[in-house]
């Protein structure tokens, strides 16, 4: 107790104390479980604050019976609590990148709305009242992955709140989820993706701003890296460092390899070979790095960002979706044949679009991409049809067709050769070889089905036989993924 301070015990659970610079009494409870809830009576009268304090003694251990917090505080101080907890863990360099959206969501909506509720008195009525006043200031719907980022944001603030006491478990609230339905962006075909990047190329001169034309010259690399990276424009994208970047040799070939850092936390992920020149560029616009080769940027692990402006400032996320916006809709590029919207995130769909078209499954992409399986299936499986088109218009089983016939009649017209050239020194080889290697041509270009490539190669027939280059072919297909285990081995068998 310090100096000054006058104390009154009413009992071995309840104190009253009045500090010298103060006319009105302290109160002070002993809870069960052994801490001291401090309030003041906001009374000068002594028999009057004994008053108060017993009725709260009283009033906690009814609560304590009926399984509720003896004590509770204002939301504004346990979100501070919680808020203050995630931003120590970023700035420790652990924690994950998604909590800066979680303080956001606390302090934009959640304190705002909150912060004068008693947290033990949040309930599902007053949930769904913050909802609709959440509407009204958003001014439509919010988004169902909007709701998400808040409500796991709450969550944050309700454990805490409950790891010191201040609600129980059996009265927490279970946040509600109304929000609208996301759906995915529109995408760009590969004319159209042409049509950017060589539109690219000059939009920078179509400004006569030195700062825009500094974000332009950025946006060229920064849309052809999302474009054949698929990481996610924005966070993984701008908080990219050079000594993210690394060489990976799978000891025959090498590739450039990614590290970064998401809402799903660090992962890595191949970039595709059209991402060196872009990469490369970034290195020219440096002060710092420019007539270095991208060899010497990796090797030297250069910790700083690497989508800065030729002026040496990192690009603001909103000045390359403005710019972006500007030149889709000054190329009548804005959305698409779907009525979808495109904006920097479309880039992402493109890239799993011509992935899922190449044959790559959803699990390997899932990995390169960090996001769920189900997530990709949800959001790309209904662009099936456009991506198989040969396979539902029927021309993929049409050319197995064929390729079964040729080879059955090549095979028919062999036997009539050998059985008539026994005595040739030499045979001709089989022309059969030509259809194994067509089927595997439609099949790696994504025209032919498994099923209809294993009917092409007549892998049921006695006299079935599989040239070594095509099982080096069929092997390349597995490891890529395009190709089942149980087609495989019925490829080799």
Do not use: C
């Not at 009548?332 to 479309?346: C, E, P, Q, V, W």
């Not at 050319?399 to 040729?406: C, I, N, Q, T």
């Amino acid at each position: 107790m310090s100096q000054g301070t006058k104390a009154i015990r009413i009992n071995e659970h309840v104190r009253l104390d009045k500090r010298e610079r103060s006319s009105k009494w302290q109160a002070r409870v002993k809870l069960a479980d052994g801490s001291w809830h401090r309030f003041s009576t906001k009374t000068e009268d002594q028999d009057k604050a004994a008053a108060v304090a017993m009725k709260f003694f009283y009033t906690a251990e009814d609560r304590l019976k009926n399984k509720l917090p003896q004590s509770t505080r204002k939301f504004r101080r346990v979100a501070v609590f919680a808020r203050d907890r995630m931003q120590s863990e970023l700035d420790a360099g652990g924690g994950n990148i998604v909590f800066k959206d979680y303080i956001t969501a606390i302090d934009k909506y959640l304190i705002p709305y909150f912060g004068n509720y008693d947290v033990a008195s949040i309930n599902t009525k007053s949930l769904i009242e913050f909802g609709k006043w959440r509407t009204q200031e958003l001014g439509r719907k919010a988004h169902h992955s909007t709701i998400n980022t808040h409500n796991t944001a709450l969550n944050r603030v309700l454990d805490e709140a409950e790891q010191r006491g201040w609600i129980t478990h059996a009265i927490r609230p279970k946040p509600i989820n109304d929000g609208t339905k996301t759906e995915s962006r529109g995408s760009f075909t590969l004319e159209e993706y042409e049509t950017i990047y060589k539109g690219l190329r000059s939009w920078p001169k179509a400004t006569s701003n030195e700062k825009t034309y500094a974000t332009r010259e950025v946006l060229r690399n920064y849309v052809l890296i999302l474009a054949n990276t698929g990481m996610r424009h924005g966070t993984e994208a701008l908080n990219l460092k050079w000594n993210n970047l690394l060489w990976v040799n799978d000891g025959k070939d090498t590739y450039l390899g990614i590290y970064v850092d998401g809402k799903t936390g660090k992962r890595p992920l191949i970039a595709r070979d059209r991402a060196k020149r872009p990469f490369e560029r970034q290195i020219e616009l440096s002060p710092q790095l420019s007539g270095k080769t991208l060899d010497e940027v990796i090797d030297a692990k250069i910790d700083d960002y690497v989508f800065k402006t030729r002026d040496d400032e990192r690009a603001a996320r909103a000045n390359l979706s403005r710019n972006f916006e500007s030149f889709l809709k000054a190329n009548n590029l804005s959305h698409g044949a779907d009525g979808k919207k495109r904006t920097l995130y479309s880039w992402r769909h493109f890239y799993a679009t011509l992935d899922l078209q190449r044959g790559v499954s959803t699990h390997a992409l899932s990995r390169q991409m960090g996001s769920g399986t189900g997530v990709i299936d949800r959001f790309y499986s209904k662009l099936s049809p456009f991506m198989n088109a040969a396979q539902h218009s029927g021309r993929a089983d049409q050319d197995a067709r064929d390729a079964v016939k040729e080879d059955a009649e090549v095979s028919a017209a062999n036997t009539v050769f050998e059985n008539t050239s026994a005595n040739t020194v030499e045979k001709r080889e089989s022309p059969a070889l030509s259809a194994t290697e067509k089927a595997f041509d439609l099949f790696d270009a994504g025209t032919l089905s498994e099923p209809a490539l294993l009917a092409a190669l007549g892998v049921a027939r006695d006299e079935y036989k599989l040239s070594e280059d095509l099982r080096l072919r069929a092997l390349a297909a597995f490891e890529e993924e395009r190709l089942s285990e149980e087609g495989l081995i019925k490829v080799l068998h």
